[in-house]
């Protein structure tokens, strides 16, 4: 089965410093990768997502990805962070018909 | 997220109630599916439909049953649930499952069985 794992519980950053929020995946073959967001009380909102290509796939809200092979890892990143940014963050695979998700990191941004 | 909607928002739901969970997809997607999520736990994949039949049930308790009539409406009918049931019920569709298509979700419906 495929699986990702996102090793931080929680990533606190100040307002306009670098957010990084990391994954790492075991899949056999190749990997189908996302990253959600979801603001309390809301549902899932789709970020960006990997399938082919460049490895780095830049989505919504200025967030940006890095696909790396070698390291088996696909962190989510932004150069500069909001507190708007606040939020509860997934990582997913596709396997085959359902996403399987990580277990959530929560970020705060502080201002 | 009015891509995909779902009513009711918020449900509270006694053990011996029957209620029904509603999702509508706006999107012209052909593929629905629901997740269940808890707290301190990952999200968990319920079922999943493809063109109105069921493709996948993760080995869900019969007290949840899904009904999904077209490709745009997916229902979650809920009786005799457990307190151990209370959590967020997360509806998604997409295309056709199988590659890279993104699954879009509704808002949720918060339930609480007392």
């Known amino acids: 089965a495929q699986s990702v794992a996102q090793p931080e519980d929680q990533v606190n950053v100040a307002e306009g410093n670098p957010l990084t929020v990391k994954c790492t995946y075991s899949?056999?073959?190749?990997?189908?990768l996302f990253w959600y967001v979801q603001y309390p009380n809301r549902g899932l909102q789709f970020l960006l997502k990997?399938?082919?290509?460049?490895?780095l796939v830049k989505g919504s809200y200025g967030f940006e990805a890095e696909f790396n092979k070698s390291q088996t890892s696909f962190h989510l990143k932004k150069p500069s962070a909001l507190v708007s940014d606040s939020a509860l963050y997934f990582c997913a695979v596709r396997d085959p018909y359902k996403l399987s998700f990580g277990a959530g990191t929560t970020v705060t941004v502080r201002a | 997220e009015t891509g995909v909607t779902q009513t009711p928002r918020h449900l509270v739901m006694g053990m011996t109630n029957k209620k029904s969970l509603k999702c509508e997809q706006h999107?012209?997607?052909?593929?629905m599916y629901w997740y269940k999520q808890s707290a301190k736990k990952p999200l968990e994949l319920m079922f999943v439909y493809s063109l109105e039949e069921r493709v996948e049930n993760n080995s869900v308790p019969s007290r949840f049953s899904p009904e999904c009539p077209n490709s745009s409406h997916l229902f979650l009918h809920l009786h005799t649930l457990q307190p151990e049931d209370s959590a967020l019920y997360l509806c998604a569709s997409s295309l056709l499952p199988g590659s890279g298509e993104t699954q879009y979700f509704g808002p949720g419906t918060r339930l609480l069985v007392l």
């Open positions: 990997y399938i082919t290509g460049d490895n």
């Open positions: 899949v056999s073959g190749n990997p189908y």
């Open positions: 999107l012209g997607h052909n593929a």
